[in-house]
């Protein structure tokens, strides 16, 4: 019997960010509009796997989505032993564009969830023309602080586990077992403190409150789905956030939580197939 | 139809004893806990993984590590099958005030997907009876 295999293919790319060398892992799939995908807080790339082998997807999209620095298997930089991670704006923006030129991608739509979908938001805010489109995914441009971060990152406490823990709950009850415990296991393999120092950026460094009023969808569209079951960015912090920027299409998503590209792609690509259809129709 | 709440609850030991992926990820456990509905409060003693005895309060002077308490109609949305959105988790019930968890965090955050997995066990009560 033949192999089966996936369509998508890995490679590592060498890109220096903020003067260090990092050695990017990305995976893609499928040929036409780029559309580069950002993962969660303390995941990784696989999270956009089912997206990568849609052909509703891949006839017209060139799927592309890179482990973030300290992510997946992204080289953590030289160094990386005595220092405590944390993200910020300026990094998090850097290391987007400086990947995007790396593979020369021109005008790609960016997709990003949870920490993703906030960078998006940062990315419409100061350089809209660089993009064809943006869609954030459980995205707002603040979320109150709900819970101890301590707790993410102590050697009396299994870092993977508690991180599926905590996230566990985000996915909602209708979302398949094997998608569910899929996105539960890469929460278990992220290093020691990176979902704690991403959330640093989430919970401290972005609050984008004060800018969104500067987002022109006429220069780039922007899109905005949630989960209903999301509590960490809830419907109403997403429409908080679309009620601030005009021309924003903002869509809540039945069945389905913070993740939904991974804990269940069918229920998502029920949303999302429409808004990538239209973002075809009008900008090809 | 709905199991009642105080059916739900004395059902728990035998949900968790009876599911040895459960009593897997407890192994390292033992600890007392204290769930309270409403108004009554029912403590349960853990021990590796098993619940060794579970008893309907109040018991003067009865000591735990941690508390887990919600109004009779959180519990029951937290039970349901499908619960609603933001009553299908505890640390969702608790980030909207419907849940109060307190006491020592410790065991709770070592053992949370096993605790998470215990505390939703009577869901699948609801989905025998409907």
């Avoid at chain 2, 349960?44 to 308490?69: E, H, K, T, Y």
Wanted: overall charge neutral; charged content about 25%.
């Amino acid at each position: 019997m033949a192999a089966k295999f996936d369509p998508i293919v890995g490679r590592y790319v060498h890109v220096t960010l903020r003067g260090r060398e990092h050695r990017i892992y990305f995976e893609e799939a499928g040929q036409g509009i780029p559309l580069l995908c950002l993962h969660t807080a303390g995941a990784d790339g696989r999270q956009f796997r089912y997206m990568m082998t849609d052909a509703a997807i891949t006839d017209h999209y060139r799927v592309i989505a890179f482990d973030m620095p300290w992510h997946g298997k992204s080289t953590p930089p030289d160094g990386w032993q005595d220092e405590e991670y944390r993200l910020t704006t300026g990094a998090y923006m850097d290391a987007i564009r400086t990947f995007s030129d790396a593979l020369g991608l021109e005008r790609p739509v960016v997709l990003g969830c949870s920490i993703g979908g906030r960078i998006v938001l940062s990315l419409a805010i100061s350089r809209a023309k660089e993009f064809r489109a943006l869609i954030g995914l459980e995205a707002a441009a603040y979320q109150t602080p709900w819970y101890d971060r301590e707790w993410l990152n102590r050697p009396d406490v299994h870092g993977g586990e508690v991180c599926a823990g905590l996230v566990s709950g985000l996915i909602a009850p209708q979302s398949p077992d094997a998608a569910r415990w899929e996105t539960l296991w890469q929460y278990m393999q992220g290093g020691p403190g990176i979902f704690k120092g991403d959330l640093y950026f989430y919970r401290v460094d972005s609050d984008l409150r004060g800018e969104i009023g500067k987002i022109d969808t006429r220069v780039c569209p922007l899109f905005l789905l949630t989960g209903e079951y999301d509590f960490s960015c809830t419907p109403a912090d997403t429409e908080a956030t679309a009620k601030a920027v005009s021309g924003v299409e903002m869509t809540v998503m039945k069945e389905l939580g913070h993740f939904p590209m991974s804990e269940n792609p069918a229920q998502f690509r029920r949303y999302i197939l429409p808004i990538l259809d239209k973002i075809r129709g009008t900008t090809e | 139809m709905q199991t009642p709440l105080s059916a739900a609850i004395e059902r728990l030991p035998k949900l968790v004893n009876d599911n040895e992926a459960l009593l897997r990820r407890g192994r390292y456990l033992t600890t007392d806990i204290m769930i309270e509905i409403g108004a009554q409060p029912y403590y349960i003693s853990i021990d590796r993984g098993r619940i060794s005895a579970l008893q309907r309060g109040p018991i003067v002077m009865r000591s735990w590590s941690f508390a887990v308490r919600g109004s009779e109609d959180a519990w029951r949305k937290f039970w349901e099958p499908y619960p609603p959105p933001h009553f299908h988790d505890i640390f969702a019930l608790a980030k909207q005030g419907a849940f109060c968890i307190d006491g020592d965090y410790q065991p709770l955050i070592t053992n949370l997907l096993y605790f998470k997995e215990l505390l939703a066990a009577p869901r699948a009560l609801q989905a025998k009876v409907q």
